[in-house]
């Protein structure tokens, strides 16, 4: 199993940028999906899931009305829309795989992980 995630960088606060994480390897339309990120010294927190139809997500609060969560179960990827950067956005974003059908925010129940993609939003 593979999760590639893409589309990191650096943005400037009020910016955007789209994240994507393609896979491979298993049953796409199978798993929830969900993005967690983690800053320099901090714990790997949840940001985002959304479930295997793709009718149903969920946000951590900090992010809820700036960011979208979305996937296209016929390209086996899911995307992670931030708007409204801010300097605290900052951190590596991961993206994840979750047999469960509505998705979870505990990052340790994860069946599978994608290699990390850096976001930096300067202020």
């Known amino acids: 199993v593979q999760l590639q995630a893409s589309g990191g960088g650096l943005a400037q606060a009020g910016g955007s940028l789209r994240l994507s994480c393609a896979a491979s390897?298993?049953?796409?339309?199978?798993?929830?999906m969900g993005w967690f990120r983690q800053a320099p010294g901090k714990e790997r927190e949840f940001v985002a899931s959304?479930?295997?139809?793709?009718?149903?997500?969920k946000f951590t609060d900090s992010v809820k009305g700036r960011f979208t969560i979305s996937r296209d179960n016929a390209k086996n990827t899911v995307y992670l829309q931030m708007n409204a950067l801010k300097p605290e956005d900052t951190a590596v974003y991961y993206c994840a795989a979750d047999r469960t059908y509505s998705g979870s925010s505990n990052y340790k129940t994860m069946d599978y992980w994608g290699k990390g993609t850096l976001v930096t939003v300067s202020s």
């Open positions: 959304i479930n295997r139809s793709g009718s149903s997500t």
């Open positions: 390897g298993l049953t796409f339309s199978n798993y929830a």
